[in-house]
């Protein structure tokens, strides 16, 4: 090999390893750190949502959506749109979830009944302990 | 011209040249002399870049970058704060007003074949112009905290999540975590005054630069100059026939940028609420998505389609593809005739992609 290529050689080879040495440390300091370990319970009192109303409340700095619906009692599930990540808001008189966005809009379980969402909202754990209900 | 004066033009003149300098760019520069009023957009767009800056930075002094308090110090500007209310409508209707000059510009060098060989780069450099202008657009949308601006860029940063495998990776980028929060205001803060003005001005000096080097293109209108010889070598275009650059074209250039001036102050004075509706003067709750969510008019058509195309992979994907075509256009259009009153496919297509994009804008605001 000659002494130029060498000499062009290691300069490519130091030159990509200092760029990655750089790109990497960036691209750790602007990805923003997992929140999928967090596993903090939401408490919430049964009488703060009557029967035929909802409330948005975040769990794990997600937003839940819990609705109390008549004669089934209570649900939670992901309040955020799986289209383009709008809240969905609870139609009392047609029992269903809309957003506001793309006028998707789900049942109570969460599946898709009409408009873009292409997946189900997911269901959030919901336990009715006397008086409380614990979320997450 | 006074004592003082001349002894400073002399000052200068020996050491950086003025008198070359100034006739080498205005009264020796000559430009095709059948250039119209078309061509001064682009230096409409120049005052409308320069007012955002001045504008920009006033509103720097005042504002805060941070959630609890962006919303309150955009309200301090608009109503405490000496003339805020002007250099923030300035800001904003200013903002609405250069993305239609820089759309009407690029429409133009289109509809007069102006990016044809060997102007193809120049075509690419203003089109990703656009490009960033639209992203400051985006980056300063979320900045006043409202609730429009909130779910707007919730939507907007949910986009990518309809690619698979790096989709959820580059949306939690965006936004510094899973939803918008504070986060997402010092990141897009930062992308806004600071990551895209040096973006912007390296490519405005390049897609002038590539102007001045290449040479004006005659219009196709009044006569059919334009290179027909085979592209084996450079040759800047020279119009030795034409009208001097000054005081001929920056005279137009700067009726122009009075006219833009004027349009601005018309909509600040007449219609101040034009490019504020309800949702903009409600500071962001994260805990409720308003009824009438929608981005502001030049992003309207990309959201309708989005609402009417039932997969989101394919309804961003093909925007995605409009816009390379739009980019790239000048590689995929190689006929070699510029008149598009001769090309009748051509023009066809145009008006048909103008009506589909009015009738979008107006379907998505309804």
Redesign the interface.
């Known amino acids: 090999m000659r002494r130029r290529t060498f000499l062009q050689s290691l300069l490519a080879v130091f030159g990509a390893v200092s760029v990655a040495s750089f790109a990497y440390p960036l691209l750790r300091f602007?990805?923003?750190p997992s929140?999928a370990n967090r596993d903090r319970k939401f408490t919430l009192a049964k009488k703060d949502i009557p029967i035929g109303t909802s409330r948005?409340v975040?769990v794990n700095?997600?937003?839940v959506i819990v609705i109390n619906e008549q004669g089934k009692g209570y649900i939670a599930l992901s309040s955020?749109c799986t289209?383009?990540?709008?809240?969905?808001?609870y139609e009392a008189a047609k029992n269903i979830l809309v957003?506001?966005?793309?006028?998707g809009t789900y049942d109570l379980e969460g599946n898709v009944l009409s408009g873009?969402p292409?997946r189900p909202l997911s269901k959030v754990p919901l336990k009715v302990e006397s008086e409380q209900l614990v979320i997450g | 011209m006074n004592g003082t004066a001349k002894r400073i033009r002399n000052w200068l003149e020996v050491r950086v040249g003025l008198d070359e300098l100034i006739r080498s760019n205005l009264t020796d520069y000559r430009v095709p002399s059948n250039i119209n009023l078309f061509h001064t957009l682009g230096a409409v767009a120049v005052v409308g870049y320069l007012i955002q800056v001045i504008t920009g930075i006033c509103l720097l002094i005042y504002y805060i970058p941070h959630a609890d308090h962006a919303f309150r110090s955009v309200q301090e500007i608009m109503t405490r704060v000496p003339y805020g209310w002007l250099f923030r409508q300035m800001h904003v209707v200013g903002s609405n007003l250069l993305i239609a000059a820089v759309f009407v510009h690029m429409v133009t060098i289109f509809l007069m074949g102006n990016y044809k060989r060997p102007r193809e780069l120049t075509w690419i450099s203003g089109g990703l112009l656009m490009v960033i202008t639209l992203c400051f657009g985006f980056s300063g949308y979320l900045l006043p905290w409202t609730q429009l601006s909130y779910?707007a860029t919730?939507?907007a940063?949910?986009?990518p999540?309809a690619f698979p495998v790096v989709g959820d990776?580059v949306s939690?980028?965006l936004?510094?975590?899973?939803?918008v929060t504070g986060?997402t205001l010092t990141r897009f803060f930062a992308v806004h005054v600071s990551l895209l003005p040096p973006l912007f001005v390296f490519l405005m000096v390049v897609h002038i630069a590539l102007i001045r080097r290449i040479g004006l293109s005659a219009t196709p209108f009044g006569r059919s100059d334009e290179e027909k010889r085979p592209l084996t070598e450079f040759r800047k275009k020279l119009h030795p026939d034409g009208y001097p650059y000054y005081p001929y074209l920056l005279q137009k250039q700067a009726l122009m940028g009075i006219l833009y001036f004027v349009v601005m102050f018309l909509v600040i004075s007449f219609a101040p609420t034009f490019f504020f509706p309800e949702e903009a003067t409600v500071p962001a709750d994260?805990?409720?998505?308003?009824?009438?969510?929608r981005p502001e008019w030049y992003f309207l058509a990309p959201y309708q389609m989005?609402?009417i195309?039932?997969?989101?992979?394919l309804?961003i994907s093909l925007q995605i593809i409009l816009l390379a075509v739009f980019i790239f256009w000048p590689f995929l259009d190689t006929h070699k005739e510029k008149n598009i009153f001769k090309r009748p496919v051509l023009r066809g297509v145009f008006i048909a992609i103008m009506i589909a994009m009015v009738i979008l804008m107006w379907w998505g605001r309804r």
């Open positions: 602007l990805a923003p929140d948005v975040l700095d997600k937003p955020v289209h383009l990540g709008c809240l969905v808001g957003c506001p966005c793309h006028g873009p292409p | 779910w919730t939507v940063t949910s986009i999540t990776f939690r980028l936004r510094g975590g899973s939803s986060i994260a805990f409720k998505t308003p009824e009438s969510i989005l609402k195309i039932p997969n989101k992979f309804g």
